[in-house]
């Protein structure tokens, strides 16, 4: 903004400079053109020089920068200002010489004059007048007062602009500064782990208060999933535990000799080894598809055949419930992975099963919409807490609460699953209510 005033100075100077030279130029013109056409005329009535009247029109000529000479017809010298007023003559161009290369150091000091012939009324030639300037622009001392002064009223309406510029550039900084700073406090307090501070700063400037709340979002969020990790890491820890803690006690008495190996007892410690490996094994597979997630190997298959052959699976798992598995399937056909996405239905339609009280419905459909293909399946189970909603994709994560202690998984069902589906360009959409069951929207782009 300072360059840009400087510039805006330079081109209203240089303008200004131009347009005063043109200015002073004209009205020069017009004083010699008014000397020649008027005065002149005047100066010889009734057969004499009107000596008092060259006089007076001499001084005020050289007053204003133009030297005059009168002649006769004989070539005698009338009058000139040259030697009749000389000492005005001399300090007034001298002064006008001396103004002009104090405002141009190249200022060009030739001396111009023209001859101008006089006549009586009759229209005789009486005589003639040398009239003399400077060639080129000069100003006289009342033109230079007004150009200087005029210079500083710019300079002053800069200096003015500039330093307006500079008081609000700092108010302007201070008030980004300030908030910025403490964002910034904000961010290294997160960094070293400590998700529980806020920033309480308001500004007055939207796109920080945006920022500021932006962080302390972050921070929260930050704090749930540092408290989530620690859940997590509990139960994975209880999982692990229970199991190995029964094996280890089966063992210790059966090596104490207080148990006989009995089929019964190793069968017992079976089931746990058994709870163990399985345990391990959805670890397996969370670290498979995370280095393998990108790699798809995409056909072209006919959802409708693709999803009831997944499904068939399953309705014997239903029915032990009594859960029937009724189908809206539309005949689409979707370019995907077929082994990778069979675990989506799998792990959604095995939840609706598992997380259900029996003796009801789930419904899976097929349709277009917005040129997306959508695959809904839809419980009326148990449902999930709206609070809880947000975290169900996350890695070992249950909702204990609502999803009963008895069903055993390490949580990371759906995290595969939004995963698959990331990785084809898709999303999972979940619309749930406790007691009244969960529907899981799978949208995947039509690439046909």
């Given at each position: 903004m300072i360059v840009t005033i400087i510039a805006i100075r330079f081109f209203v100077n240089t303008n200004f400079k131009n347009s005063f030279e043109k200015y002073v130029d004209d009205s020069n013109k017009t004083e010699i053109n008014h000397l020649i056409e008027f005065d002149l005329k005047s100066i010889y009535l009734n057969g004499n020089w009107d000596i008092e009247l060259i006089e007076n029109l001499g001084i005020d000529s050289i007053r204003k920068g133009i030297a005059i000479e009168i002649y006769d017809e004989n070539n005698n010298k009338v009058w000139s200002v040259f030697e009749d007023e000389k000492v005005?003559?001399?300090?007034?161009?001298?002064?006008?010489?001396?103004?002009?290369?104090?405002?141009?150091?190249?200022?060009?000091?030739?001396?111009?004059?023209?001859?101008?012939?006089?006549?009586?009324?009759?229209?005789?030639?009486?005589?003639?007048?040398?009239?003399?300037?400077?060639?080129?622009?000069?100003?006289?001392?009342?033109?230079?007062?007004?150009?200087?002064?005029?210079?500083?009223?710019?300079?002053?309406?800069?200096?003015?602009?500039?330093?307006?510029?500079?008081?609000?550039?700092i108010i302007i900084s201070r008030s980004i500064a300030n908030p910025i700073s403490k964002v910034s406090k904000m961010t290294k307090f997160i960094g070293e782990g400590n998700y529980k501070n806020e920033v309480t700063y308001k500004s007055n400037i939207s796109e920080i208060d945006d920022l500021i709340n932006a962080i302390n979002k972050l921070s929260n969020e930050l704090n749930e999933?540092?408290?989530?990790?620690?859940?997590?890491?509990?139960?994975?820890?209880?999982?692990?535990?229970?199991?190995?803690?029964?094996?280890?006690?089966?063992?210790?008495?059966?090596?104490?000799?207080?148990?006989?190996?009995?089929?019964?007892?190793?069968?017992?410690?079976?089931?746990?080894?058994?709870?163990?490996?399985?345990?391990v094994d959805e670890l397996r597979k969370l670290a498979k598809f995370d280095t393998e997630k990108n790699n798809l190997n995409k056909e072209i298959v006919n959802l409708k055949n693709y999803i009831k052959t997944i499904s068939y699976n399953y309705e014997?798992?239903?029915?032990?419930?009594?859960?029937?598995?009724?189908?809206?399937?539309?005949?689409?056909?979707?370019?995907?992975?077929?082994?990778?996405?069979?675990?989506?239905?799998?792990?959604?339609?095995?939840?609706?099963?598992?997380?259900?009280?029996?003796?009801?419905?789930?419904?899976?459909?097929?349709?277009?919409?917005?040129?997306?293909?959508?695959?809904?399946?839809k419980d009326s189970g148990i449902g999930i807490p709206e609070s809880e909603l947000k975290n169900i994709f996350e890695r070992?994560?249950?909702?204990?609460?609502?999803?009963?202690?008895?069903?055993?998984?390490?949580?990371?069902?759906?995290?595969?699953?939004?995963?698959?589906?990331?990785?084809?360009?898709?999303?999972?959409?979940?619309?749930?209510?406790?007691?009244?069951?969960?529907?899981?929207?799978i949208i995947l782009p039509n690439e046909n």
């Open positions: 005005l003559s001399d300090n007034t161009l001298n002064e006008i010489s001396k103004n002009m290369q104090s405002i141009e150091k190249k200022w060009n000091s030739y001396f111009e004059e023209f001859k101008i012939d006089i006549r009586d009324i009759s229209g005789n030639p009486v005589g003639y007048a040398y009239i003399g300037h400077y060639a080129s622009t000069y100003y006289m001392e009342n033109d230079v007062e007004f150009f200087y002064a005029a210079n500083r009223i710019i300079a002053i309406i800069g200096v003015i602009s500039i330093g307006s510029i500079i008081i609000i550039s999933q540092e408290n989530l990790r620690k859940q997590l890491t509990g139960d994975i820890a209880h999982e692990l535990r229970t199991p190995l803690t029964s094996i280890k006690g089966h063992l210790d008495t059966i090596i104490a000799g207080i148990w006989e190996p009995t089929n019964e007892r190793l069968n017992s410690i079976n089931e746990e080894v058994t709870r163990i490996a399985n345990l014997g798992k239903a029915l032990e419930k009594n859960i029937v598995i009724k189908y809206d399937l539309e005949d689409l056909e979707v370019l995907v992975d077929k082994e990778k996405f069979a675990q989506v239905i799998v792990n959604i339609l095995s939840n609706a099963i598992k997380y259900n009280n029996g003796n009801s419905e789930i419904y899976v459909k097929t349709f277009m919409k917005d040129n997306n293909i959508n695959i809904s399946i070992f994560y249950r909702v204990d609460k609502s999803r009963g202690a008895n069903e055993k998984g390490m949580g990371v069902g759906l995290t595969i699953s939004k995963s698959i589906v990331n990785a084809h360009g898709g999303e999972i959409k979940v619309f749930s209510e406790v007691n009244k069951g969960s529907e899981f929207i």
